[in-house]
C-alpha cells in the first residue's frame, strides 16, 4: 500500500515496463504513466488478504488522512460484514468476490471520498448479491450510507421491460439517487474501474457491451464531475476492448516515438531552466530582467503522457500519423496561486515563441467540470513543439481528483451545488420523458457534446452544445420564455430562431405571448432540456386535440338520448373504461382521448351511459348506407348543412381553430386534400383512427371508398372565412387575349392564382386551362364560376376534385 494522501495506488505485482518510463540513471526526468497504459490489471491493491487486517487498516489509513474526524469504527464494522455476506462468492477471474468491494474502498478513499462514502463502497454489492436488506444496512449503518447503497443498487427484474429498458431504467434510478448524494456517482464509477481493469475475464460479447457502455455513458461522467484521473482510464480500457487493433497499433506507435527520448530530456530541462530564479541560464538578452522572481515562490515542472485512445482521437481528427512529441507528451507547469499563472504564461513566452492561435483561456472561463488552466504551445531552443497546461496547485488537484478535491478544499457543500448545475437541469427534465430509450440517448448527447460559450446581456455566462440556437437559450433562461420565444438579438442584431450560436455571443430573447412550440422547433434545437420541454407541450396539445375531437363524438352520440349526461361531471367516464376495454386506472381525460385517437368507438361509451330505448338494426343501418350511396352517385345537392342520409342532430361546427389548431399544432378537423372543402360546400365527414375528423365535400369520388368509415355530422361555422385550395378546369377555344380575360376574372373576385397550366387540345383551335387558387368561401367561388362562363370562348368551367378521380362539375 502507498503512503496515506498518494494518487491511487498501482497494481502490488511487478507490471511490465510501462511506455514512456524513464531508464535508469536519468535524473530529474519523470514522465506521468496513466494507469491505464499498463498491461497488467490487477486492481490498485494487488492480492488483497482479507484475514490479516491489513487492506482493512490500509483502508482506515487513507480515510483518517482525508478525514480525520471520520468514523472509522463503521468502516471497520462494513469491512467484516462483507466478508461473511460476500463468503463463498467469487468472481469471473476465480479471486474471491469481497476482493471487488474491498478495491473499489480502497480507491474511493484514495481520491478522498469520506467515511460514508467509503463505506458504502465496501457494501455496494451486499443487497444485490447477499441476502442482506437495505433494512440491515440503515440499521447497522444508518441512513446516509443504506441510500448510497440503494442508489448503486440495479433494479429488480422486472418482467414486461426489456434487457435495454431494464438498463436504461436503473440508469435513470441512479440519476435520481445521484442527484441527491453524489457520492452514488463515485461509488459507481470507481465500481465500473475495477470492472473493467478485470473485464479480460468475460466473453467477447459482454466485453463489447460494457465496454460501449463505458465509454458512452460513465466515462463521460467521470469527466463531467472532473474526476481526471477516472475518466482517463475508463476511456481507455474501453477503448481496448472496443477497438482492439487499433489499441495495440496506437500504443505500438508511442513506443517508436519515445523510443529516443533525449529529445523530451532537453526540453524539460530547458523548461525548468525557464523558472530557475538562481540565475538566466538560457543567457537570454535582457539578462535579470526575464528571471523568474523569488518571491512568486517555486514552480514545479513535469511531463505527462496521453493515453493511447487521446493519442488517436487526435490523429483520427486531423487525419495524419504520429509524427511529433507534442502528439503524445504535454508538459504542466504548476505555480502557487492563479495571479503566478499568468506570471508564469508570459515568463514562458518571454524565453520561447508561442505558436499563433494556440493559446486557451480556461483560468478565466474555466470548462463546465471546472477545470481550469492556462494552454499554450510554444516552440523551444531546438526547435521542438511543446504543448503546456499552467496550473495553480488548487488547479492542477482539481483538475485530476475533480469534485472529490474540491471538497477537500473548500470544507463546504459549495463545490457540489456549483459542479452540478448541469445535473439538476437534467433531473429537470428527464421527469418529462417516458421513454427510457429516448431518455438514455438524451443523457448521451449532453454528456458528449461539444460546447459553445454564451453570454446574457447582464454578462452571465451559459454553455450549450455545439450547434444550439436561441431556442437552446430562451429554455435554460425559463420554460416560459422558451415557450413563446420568437427570434433574438445576438450581439445586436436580429436574428432568426434557426442561427447557430458562436462562442462569445451576447444574446437577447424576443418573445411573444401568443407564440407556441411547433414541430419544426425540434428540427433548430440540440439541447436536451429545450428538446424534452418541447416535446412534453407537443404531447399535452396533441392530447388536448384528441379530447376535443372524443368529446364531440361523443356529445353527437348522446344528442337525442335520455337522460342527458353532463360529462364535466366528474368521473363520469372514468367508471365505464373497463367496460368498454381501457385500464381500468383510466380517467375521463383518458377515456376522451381514446375516443379521438380511434381506440374505442364512441357509440359504444354512449351506450354506456344512456342505453337506447330502440337501437338502429343491421337492415337499418344497411338501406341507411344504401341511402347514401344513392344520393352520392346522383350528386343530388342538399341544402346546407345536411349530412348524408339523414339530418344532423347534433352537428360538429367547423370553426378556424378546429382547423387550423393553435400555435402550428393539428386541428380536430382535418379538410380532405382531394376535394378541398370550402365553406359553404355540403359536407360528408368520417372520423379516421390516427387523423382525426375528416371533411369531404359530398360527391367526393374518394368519400365513397370510406363509407364504411364511422360517420360524422359535420356544418360549417356561419360567416367562418378560410384560404382554401381549389383547381378549376376552363375549357376555351384557343383565341388571342383569352387568358388575360380570365386572369381579369380571378382578380376581380379576389382570387389569386398560385398556378396555371395552358394547353392546345385537337386541332389547336381548343385549349384546356388548368388554375390553381385559393377561395374564402363558396359564394366566391360560385361567383367565380359564373363570371368564367359570360366570358366568349369559354365552353365550360369545372371544379376538379383530385388529380386523377376524374372531373366532377359543381
Not at 526540453?267 to 538560457?282: E, M, P, T
Not at 368507438?601 to 337506447?612: I, S, T
Request: glycine residues 8%; proline residues 5%; hydrophobic residues 40%.
Amino acid at each position: 500500500m502507498t503512503a496515506p494522501g498518494a494518487a491511487l495506488e498501482r497494481p502490488a505485482s511487478p507490471p511490465e515496463p510501462a511506455i514512456g518510463e524513464a531508464a535508469a540513471g536519468e535524473p530529474g526526468f519523470e514522465v506521468e504513466i496513466p494507469d491505464a497504459l499498463r498491461t497488467d490489471r490487477r486492481g490498485p491493491i494487488g492480492e488483497v488478504q482479507l484475514e490479516d487486517g491489513s487492506a482493512k487498516a490500509a483502508i482506515v489509513a487513507e480515510v483518517q488522512h482525508h478525514h480525520p474526524a471520520a468514523d472509522v469504527g463503521a468502516i471497520e464494522r462494513a469491512f467484516e460484514l462483507g466478508v461473511v455476506a460476500h463468503r463463498g462468492q467469487f468472481r469471473k477471474s476465480g479471486e474471491p468476490y469481497y476482493v471487488h468491494p474491498v478495491r473499489v474502498a480502497t480507491m474511493l478513499a484514495q481520491l478522498g471520498v469520506d467515511g460514508a462514502g467509503v463505506t458504502a463502497g465496501l457494501l455496494h454489492d451486499v443487497v444485490e448479491d447477499t441476502e442482506t436488506t437495505l433494512y440491515d444496512l440503515t440499521e447497522q449503518f444508518g441512513r446516509e450510507v443504506a441510500t448510497i447503497v440503494d442508489g448503486v443498487t440495479k433494479l429488480g427484474k422486472v418482467p414486461y421491460l426489456s434487457r435495454q429498458e431494464q438498463q436504461a431504467e436503473s440508469f435513470r434510478k441512479m440519476l435520481l439517487a445521484m442527484s441527491q448524494d453524489i457520492r452514488v456517482l463515485l461509488v459507481k464509477l470507481i465500481d465500473r474501474l475495477d470492472n473493467m481493469r478485470t473485464l479480460e475475464h468475460m466473453p467477447r460479447d459482454k466485453q463489447e457491451r460494457i465496454s460501449r457502455e463505458t465509454m458512452q455513458i460513465y466515462a463521460p461522467l467521470a469527466g463531467r464531475l472532473g474526476i481526471e484521473v477516472v475518466h482517463r482510464e475508463l476511456q481507455e480500457l474501453s477503448f481496448r476492448y472496443l477497438e482492439p487493433a487499433a489499441w495495440a497499433a496506437t500504443r505500438a506507435d508511442i513506443a517508436r516515438m519515445l523510443a529516443d527520448r533525449a529529445p523530451l530530456v532537453t526540453s524539460l530541462a530547458n523548461l525548468r531552466a525557464v523558472f530557475d530564479n538562481s540565475a538566466c541560464s538560457l543567457d537570454e538578452p535582457g539578462g535579470d530582467d526575464t528571471q523568474w522572481p523569488a518571491e512568486l515562490g517555486e514552480v514545479e515542472v513535469r511531463m505527462g503522457l496521453r493515453s493511447a485512445y487521446r493519442v488517436y482521437q487526435v490523429l483520427q481528427g486531423e487525419g495524419r500519423g504520429l509524427d511529433q512529441f507534442s502528439d503524445v507528451v504535454s508538459f504542466r507547469i504548476v505555480t502557487r496561486d492563479r495571479s503566478t499563472c499568468y506570471a508564469a504564461l508570459g515568463q514562458l513566452h518571454a524565453y520561447f515563441q508561442p505558436v499563433p492561435g494556440r493559446f486557451r483561456d480556461y483560468v478565466a472561463l474555466p470548462r463546465p467540470n471546472h477545470y481550469r488552466a492556462l494552454h499554450t504551445s510554444v516552440i523551444d531552443r531546438d526547435g521542438t513543439r511543446l504543448e503546456v497546461q499552467i496550473r495553480s496547485r488548487r488547479m492542477d488537484a482539481v483538475a485530476e481528483r475533480g469534485i472529490v478535491a474540491e471538497w477537500e478544499l473548500d470544507r463546504v457543500g459549495g463545490a457540489e451545488a456549483r459542479r452540478l448545475a448541469w445535473l439538476s437541469q437534467l433531473m429537470d427534465w428527464q421527469q418529462e420523458v417516458s421513454d427510457p430509450s429516448e431518455f438514455i440517448e438524451a443523457v448521451k448527447a449532453d454528456l458528449f457534446a461539444d460546447e459553445v460559450y454564451v453570454f446574457t446581456p447582464g454578462g452571465d455566462i451559459h454553455t450549450f452544445p455545439k450547434g444550439s440556437t436561441p431556442i437552446d437559450f430562451a429554455f435554460a433562461i425559463h420554460t416560459d420564455v422558451g415557450m413563446h420565444c420568437t427570434g433574438a438579438r445576438v450581439n445586436g442584431q436580429i436574428v432568426p430562431l434557426r442561427y447557430r450560436l458562436r462562442q462569445g455571443d451576447t444574446v437577447e430573447i424576443l418573445t411573444n405571448p401568443s407564440v407556441e412550440p411547433r414541430e419544426e422547433w425540434l428540427k433548430m434545437c440540440v439541447s436536451s432540456r429545450a428538446r424534452a420541454k418541447i416535446k412534453q407541450y407537443l404531447r399535452q396539445r396533441e392530447r388536448k386535440r384528441l379530447r376535443a375531437v372524443g368529446r364531440s363524438l361523443l356529445e353527437q352520440e348522446l344528442a337525442g338520448r335520455s337522460p342527458a349526461l353532463p360529462l364535466d361531471d366528474a368521473g363520469v367516464l372514468a367508471e365505464h373504461a373497463e367496460a368498454v376495454g381501457l385500464p381500468r386506472e383510466t380517467d375521463d381525460d383518458g377515456v376522451l382521448e381514446a375516443i379521438g385517437a380511434g381506440q374505442i368507438v364512441a357509440a359504444a361509451v354512449a351506450e354506456r351511459l344512456a342505453p337506447r330505448t330502440g337501437a338502429t338494426t343491421p337492415s337499418e343501418e344497411s338501406g341507411l348506407f344504401a341511402r347514401m350511396l344513392r344520393r352520392m352517385t346522383t350528386r343530388a345537392k342538399p341544402a346546407p348543412g345536411e349530412t348524408l342520409g339523414t339530418h344532423a342532430s347534433a352537428p360538429i361546427v367547423i370553426t378556424r381553430e378546429r382547423v387550423e389548431g393553435r400555435g402550428g399544432g393539428r386541428g380536430m378537423i382535418t379538410l380532405a386534400s382531394c376535394c378541398s372543402p370550402v365553406p359553404g360546400d355540403a359536407l360528408v365527414g368520417f372520423f379516421e383512427g390516427g387523423r382525426g375528423i375528416v371533411a369531404h365535400v359530398q360527391g367526393c369520388p374518394e368519400a365513397l371508398e370510406q363509407v364504411g368509415e364511422r360517420r360524422v355530422h359535420l356544418n360549417w361555422e356561419t360567416g367562418l372565412v378560410l384560404d382554401c385550395p381549389v383547381t378549376l378546369e376552363v375549357r376555351t377555344a384557343n383565341t388571342l387575349g383569352l387568358l388575360a380575360e380570365m386572369s381579369r376574372a380571378f382578380s376581380h373576385h379576389g382570387v389569386n392564382i398560385k398556378q396555371a397550366n395552358c394547353r392546345a387540345i385537337g386541332d389547336g383551335e381548343r385549349a384546356i386551362n388548368t388554375f390553381y387558387a385559393t377561395v374564402s368561401r363558396l359564394e366566391q367561388l360560385e361567383s367565380l364560376v359564373a363570371t368564367l362562363k359570360r366570358i366568349d370562348g369559354v365552353g365550360a368551367v369545372e371544379r376538379v376534385f383530385s388529380q386523377g378521380s376524374g372531373v366532377y362539375p359543381r
